[in-house]
Nanobody, 117 residues
Framework: QVQLVESGGGLVQAGGSLRLSCAASGSIFSINAMGWYRQAPGKQRELVAAIASGGSTNYADSVKGRFTISRDNAKNTVYLQMNSLKPEDTAVYYC???????????WGQGTQVTVSS
């Protein structure tokens, strides 16, 4: 099992920036891809960004050019830099981890991001 602890959420004005962090512990040797989902009130959870162990990335169309995902393998941490935030980015953001052979092996507890207009 993998344990994921998120930090960095908060309240920011539209146009501002936040950086989310997600630190992994446990069976970290098995981790391949990591990423972030978000869920706004009354909406389905959606994939925001993902990064594979080799560094390739994938983004939702709604955040391309504004968000950047990165990972520090030495620290077992993945980051989500969010710039030019919009009120529609308001959601609870969840980190996840996938292993090479078992699929989804961990979820973070979620961190609230609120963007005021």
């Amino acid at each position: 099992q993998v344990q994921l602890v998120e930090s960095g959420g908060g309240l920011v004005q539209a146009g501002g920036s936040l950086r989310l962090s997600c630190a992994a512990s446990g069976s970290i040797f098995s981790i391949n891809a990591m990423g972030w989902y978000r869920q706004a009130p009354g909406k389905q959870r959606e994939l925001v960004a993902a990064i594979a162990s080799g560094g390739s990335t994938n983004y939702a169309d709604s955040v391309k050019g504004r968000f950047t995902i990165s990972r520090d393998n030495a620290k077992n941490t993945v980051y989500l830099q969010m710039n030019s935030l919009k009120p529609e980015d308001t959601a609870v953001y969840y980190c996840y981890a996938d292993s090479y052979d078992l699929g989804r092996v961990g979820w973070g507890q979620g961190t609230q991001v609120t963007v005021s207009s």
